[in-house]
């Protein structure tokens, strides 16, 4: 039996001779076979490498979000921490203050909150003993004594550290490079690179080196009474440690040293370890201003 076959024609185009080519028809079949398993091939391989592609691009979405995440429970937990700062402070000068004027709270009632009874104090007092508290706070301070430097008023800070304009409060900001709420430890007072910075109260120099955590070139003086001052982020130090510097005394000068954006003095007052308001020592703190030269006649 013959084979069946396909017959191919080919002409030249100069000779004008023609030429016959027998195709078994089941090389054709081969070849459409060939054909169709590569095209087969060359689907799965595309369809392979484009879920490849989407599983990539969900994994760097999913590493993003992971990351964001990270990066705000960081923040918050960093809120949460200055917060509870916050707290010790506040429950550090209630122990102090009603040591020092016999303020005694208790509640009275049956021991089962469901039970009928009285809470005391009530809200308007509390309202009441809380604004005391902070009237009496402010008493406390300014009649401590510390027997080491003498009066009070010399070992508590009482003098602008640095002439300039008051940029950043103690307060909940925005971080400048973070864009995220954090809590402002102590007062920016913007001055020019070089600015003479004063020590605000006497005291000694327990630390005056770079330091990490954003301060740069950082002074700490202690007042004595738990009182420290801070100032941070210095172009130069003046003092050592273990030095005796009383109110007054230049101990550096204005820089942009840590994590900063501009040139200023960071300046904190702590109490205890617990962050203050500096603004209560600044509100009625005097600027240190140079005595002028005896004349030479």
Request: glycine residues 10%.
């Amino acid at each position: 039996m013959k084979q069946e076959y396909f017959v191919l024609v080919l002409a030249h185009s100069l000779r004008g001779r023609l030429r016959r080519v027998h195709i078994p028809h089941s090389a054709v079949y081969a070849v459409l076979g060939l054909a169709l398993l590569g095209c087969f091939s060359a689907f799965g391989f595309i369809a392979s490498y484009g879920r490849m592609v989407l599983k990539v691009a969900n994994y760097n979405n999913l590493k993003s979000e992971v990351d964001n995440l990270r990066s705000r429970y960081q923040n918050l937990q960093k809120v949460v921490n200055e917060t509870n700062t916050q707290m010790a402070s506040l429950q550090l000068y209630a122990k102090e203050v009603s040591v020092a004027y016999g303020i005694k709270q208790r509640l009275e009632g049956p021991t089962d909150v469901a039970a009928e009874g009285k809470l005391v104090p009530s809200f308007a007092e509390s309202l009441a003993d809380f604004n005391y508290l902070r009237s009496a706070q402010v008493l406390a301070l300014s009649s401590r004594r510390v027997g080491r430097f003498g009066p009070a008023v010399k070992s508590l800070p009482s003098l602008w550290p640095v002439e300039g304009r008051l940029l950043s409060g103690f307060a909940i900001r925005t971080d400048p490079f973070s864009g995220e709420g954090a809590f402002h430890k102590g007062v920016d007072i913007g001055a020019p690179t070089g600015t003479p910075v004063h020590c605000a109260a006497d005291g000694i120099v327990v630390t005056a080196q770079p330091v990490s955590g954003g301060y740069g070139r950082l002074i700490v003086i202690d007042h004595g009474g738990g009182v420290q001052t801070y100032y941070a982020h210095l172009s130069k130090i003046l003092v050592y440690t273990g030095q005796e510097v009383h109110r007054g005394d230049m101990v550096g000068l204005v820089g942009s040293t840590g994590r900063t954006t501009a040139p200023h003095l960071h300046y904190e007052v702590r109490v205890g370890g617990a962050p203050m308001n500096p603004y209560r020592y600044l509100a009625n703190a005097g600027v240190y201003r140079q005595a002028p030269k005896d004349l030479p006649f």
